[in-house]
């Protein structure tokens, strides 16, 4: 035995090893379904089963309900700004939300750095939509429509720090792209991305002109986007009737050529940003998608293994890539095992994998061909028959807090730097990856800590301008002990079975020295229960999923 | 940064994560500071007479050894080749000229990837090609080195908000921003109960596990002011940080490789035990005996008289025996004559510790 060993045998007996019980199948689909399962939710699912309420989430109407409209219409965003010379004076106020939804017309504007404006207008689409997104996560009764938004803003990850014109476009990108798209069809889908003022900036296709083009968006359309990087042949380089099933038309991978040539087929893809293309002529400034011939390559390509012929007609080129690799069968392998790695667990289910791909390719031309998939992802037995493998993103970690304890929720710009402290980095996510989909990225000492002190913050902190829970609300009036308020509050988060000695201990930590079966005045529920609540979100059975 | 995109260009400036341990008691530091994104390693340092660094780069992406791009020497050339600095980094220079700093140029990888994630991937977990592989390099390097006792202390220290991939599979890592707000907020009871939760196998709860351990030391052993708030780091010397991410890295990192040499001398480590156990064996005036017991789940150090033992009743020190060292002189006087330190210290590499846990249990 070793002295590590030796000293770890000093803990009490009872205290090793402990295994967490799982809740019901029921709280486990609806946990994944959501940003939070509620009571209400689950009194739905009751009385219409699960299947319904599945097929009911699948089909989101655009009217998001009375809550949110009100929300919506009542939230306002501090803004600030010092004067500057006769530019414009300066500024303090909360202002209602105007821009979330505007139009193009109205941000691209923002963008303009020739028109004086303070640095806080600019940044005023990008604080909005943060704000939405919140309101959205905790409020809308289109909980999976809301997770999806969250997958695929993942997947197609724009940074809103890596240039203005992506912040302040973000609110078209998250309407006329992720959300219009994310239970559509995966081809449309691509060609909205590719095409999107967000995308085309981020990873400068905007630029992109024949000879040498930039291969920015190529390369991480075939790793990140479609094809997957497990499915890339860096050692054939430029070998490509190596690629296994090249020669019949049907590489399995691809390689870096596949990357140059598609890249060449992208050039003359860019926005009308006003910029002077020479011989005295500019762009249209419109901030929307441009081709622009005489900087496309119109040349012969070879992209996996198909050849291009010279001199197609506009646009030709980049349609037929994306149709390459939209269509590709590796794409649909990498996408369904992310959705179900987001949906089921860190290490997804092999066989739901392969179901889901073979959804997912039998519907490729199908206008609900994304639906489809999770209608199958949602329906299998594995959906819900496994707990306990994933640890909730922060984002939706903060959202369930709220949903399960029903605070009013007024959310500001104060949750962007919270939500960074662990490790999560809203719509600000620094690479073409997106976040990390697996648990040893989100814990870590800091995060831990940062995920418990945000509940404190949230729950207990009377100051704070973001909540106001009123524990007594909730409660019926009959439940007045620390043992049967304990109980009231484990059943209302958890929603699951529980040891006696976790009963126990959340008993005896809301007690505090009193008897468990006294009653406990207002006064003291009102000083006691929030932290017992915060507790509660603090430990490991409501932290994972 | 010259022909790398703008998204990569901004990672450099704002994913720069740095870690710092003490590897061995001298409380040396070890700091590794990895920058996202590009460097190129030819355009930092280049061999400006080498006919095919001059022949394959174009001038405004190589150092020469005249004119406006001329860079600063640096001797030992390797190979007779005159290899220079950029010259936007004289800091650099005077490093090496101080025999401060060693190049080590063009390492890298033998995978020829051109996918700059699974490249970072592959560094991060020094693999050649596994890049799913769940154990950085540094996670590696920390286990191979015998003298960290990487359960009863804290080697290493990410200035993140996540743990870094070089030390995936670590459970010694902490991952710390602001190391004067490492603190629980709430009541002391909230904190007993976590620790009462969080009791699992699982990767959470052996990161929270950690966390609670190290916030109790980290608070600890910061230095705080009378009313108990924490004190600002100031640096030695006078030093004055630069504001960029990389400099407050570094700065967060400084005190905190303070602390962990204070950490080693904390309550739980090896070391404290050792040495508590000695003072009580050398305390003991004449003869009798120093004990490690338990009582009460709390293990205990102390000391009896002459043939007393913590069992007895009239026993000060009370409780099961684990370890006992018999300090009468007839016990080393043989080997040892007068020198009972020496005997003490030797006694330690003698214990059986598989014995004193069955007098545990």
Redesign the interface.
């Known amino acids: 035995m070793s002295m590590i060993e030796f000293f770890e045998n000093l803990l009490p007996e009872e205290s090793k090893g402990k295994t967490l019980s799982p809740p019901s199948n029921k709280v486990i689909a609806l946990n994944r379904m959501s940003y939070g399962c509620t009571k209400e939710m689950i009194n739905q699912v009751n009385s219409t089963g699960l299947n319904a309420y599945i097929e009911s989430q699948l089909h989101p109407s655009n009217d998001e309900g009375q809550k949110i409209n009100d929300k919506i219409n009542s939230a306002t965003l501090h803004i600030k700004y010092e004067s500057k010379d006769d530019s414009y004076p300066a500024l303090d106020e909360d202002r209602p939300l105007g821009l979330w939804n505007a139009s193009i017309e109205k941000l691209w504007p923002l963008a303009d750095r020739k028109t004086p404006m303070a640095g806080p207008e600019r940044s005023r689409p990008l604080e909005e939509l943060r704000i939405i997104a919140w309101i959205r996560a905790v409020y809308s009764p289109w909980q999976l429509q809301e997770t999806l938004v969250e997958f695929w803003h993942n997947h197609f990850n724009v940074n809103a720090s890596a240039d203005l014109k992506i912040s302040v476009m973000l609110p078209v990108y998250d309407r006329d792209v992720i959300r219009k798209n994310c239970m559509g069809n995966f081809r449309q889908f691509l060609e909205d991305v590719a095409t999107s003022t967000a995308m085309q900036y981020y990873l400068d296709n905007s630029s992109s002109k024949a000879s040498p083009a930039n291969e920015n968006y190529a390369r991480e359309l075939f790793e990140l986007h479609t094809l997957g990087a497990d499915n890339y042949f860096n050692s054939l380089y430029n070998r490509w009737r190596e690629v296994p099933g090249a020669t019949s038309g049907k590489p399995i991978g691809y390689i870096d050529e596949d990357v140059y040539e598609a890249a060449r087929a992208f050039t003359g893809w860019t926005i009308a940003d006003g910029a002077n293309v020479g011989k005295g002529k500019n762009l249209p400034n419109t901030g929307t998608f441009y081709y622009n011939d005489g900087w496309h390559d119109n040349y012969q390509k070879r992209v996996l293994g198909v050849e291009f012929d010279p001199n197609q007609p506009p646009l030709a080129d980049g349609k037929k890539v994306l149709d390459l690799v939209a269509y590709h069968p590796a794409t649909a392998n990498h996408i369904c095992k992310k959705l179900c790695r987001w949906y089921i667990s860190d290490n997804p289910p092999d066989n739901v994998v392969k179901g889901a791909t073979a959804v997912w390719i039998k519907n490729q031309k199908n206008q609900n061909q994304i639906k489809e998939t999770m209608r199958f992802i949602l329906q299998s037995k594995e959906f819900n028959f496994t707990w306990g493998q994933k640890v909730k993103r922060p984002f939706e970690l903060v959202a369930s807090m709220l949903r399960t304890t029903q605070c009013d929720f007024t959310p500001a710009a104060s949750l962007t730097g919270m939500l960074s402290q662990m490790g999560y980095f809203h719509f600000q996510w620094p690479t073409p990856t997106g976040h990390p989909d697996k648990k040893e990225y989100w814990l870590s000492s800091s995060s831990m800590l940062a995920r418990w002190n945000l509940a404190l913050h949230l729950l207990t902190n009377h100051n704070n301008k973001l909540t106001n829970f009123q524990c007594r609300s909730l409660m019926p009036p009959e439940i007045q002990s620390s043992s049967q308020i304990a109980a009231f509050w484990i059943d209302q988060l958890l929603q699951k079975p529980i040891s006696p000695e976790f009963l126990n201990q959340m008993t005896q930590y809301l007690a505090n020295n009193k008897k468990t079966s006294d009653a406990l005045s207002p006064e003291e529920i009102d000083k006691r229960v929030p932290s017992l609540v915060a507790l509660l979100t603090m430990t490991p059975d409501f932290q994972i999923k | 940064m010259i022909g790398c ?3 990569i260009a ?2 450099a400036g ?2 720069i994560t740095s870690f710092g341990f003490s590897p061995n008691e001298s409380g040396e530091i070890f700091v590794y500071v990895f920058l996202r994104g590009g460097c190129d390693g030819l355009n930092l340092v280049g061999p400006v007479n080498d006919p095919s660094y001059i022949a394959e780069r174009p001038p405004e992406l190589r150092l020469t050894d005249s004119d406006d791009g001329q860079g600063l020497r640096l001797d030992n050339g390797f190979n007779g080749l005159d290899f220079r600095l950029h010259p936007k980094a004289p800091e650099l220079k005077e490093l090496y000229d101080q025999q401060a700093l060693a190049i080590i140029h063009a390492a890298g990888l033998t ?8 490249a970072q991937d592959l560094i991060e977990r020094g693999s050649v090609n596994n ?1 799913n592989l ?1 154990e950085g390099w540094f996670t590696r390097y920390l286990d191979s080195i015998p003298s960290i ?1 990487t ?2 202390m804290f080697p290493s220290v ?1 200035v ?4 870094p991939a070089s030390f ?1 599979g670590s459970s010694s890592t ?4 602001n190391i004067g707000d ?6 002391a ?2 904190q007993q ?2 620790q ?10 052996k ?2 596990a ?2 609670l351990r ?2 109790k030391y980290i608070n600890d052993h910061l230095e705080k002011d009378e009313n108990g708030k924490v004190s600002p780091y100031i640096p030695a010397s006078n030093a004055s940080y630069p504001d960029n991410s990389l400099a407050r890295s570094l700065k967060t990192l400084a005190p905190s490789g303070k602390i962990s040499d204070a950490i080693n001398g904390a309550f ?1 480590s ?1 070391d404290k035990f050792k040495e508590e156990l000695t003072k009580a064996a050398m305390g003991r005036f004449g003869s009798g005996w120093a004990w490690l017991v ?1 009582h009460e ?1 709390k ?1 205990k150090i102390g000391s009896t008289a002459n043939q007393d033992n913590p069992m007895m009743d009239s026993s000060e020190l009370k409780g099961t025996p684990l370890l006992g060292i018999d300090v009468w002189e007839h016990a080393y006087y043989l080997k040892y004559q007068n020198k009972r330190n020496e005997y003490v210290a030797n006694w330690f590499n003698t214990i059986n ?2 014995e ?2 069955k007098r ?2």
């Open positions: 995109s703008a998204s901004a990672m704002s994913r995978n020829g990837t051109r996918s700059h994630f699974d890049k769940p006792d359960s009863m990410a993140s908000s996540t743990v995936l902490l991952a710390i921003q490492y603190k629980l907020r709430g009541d009871k909230l109960v976590l009462n939760i969080y009791n699992g196998q699982n990767l959470i709860d990161t929270a950690e966390a190290s916030i739980g090896f338990s789940w293990l510790w598989d004193a846990a545990l249990s």
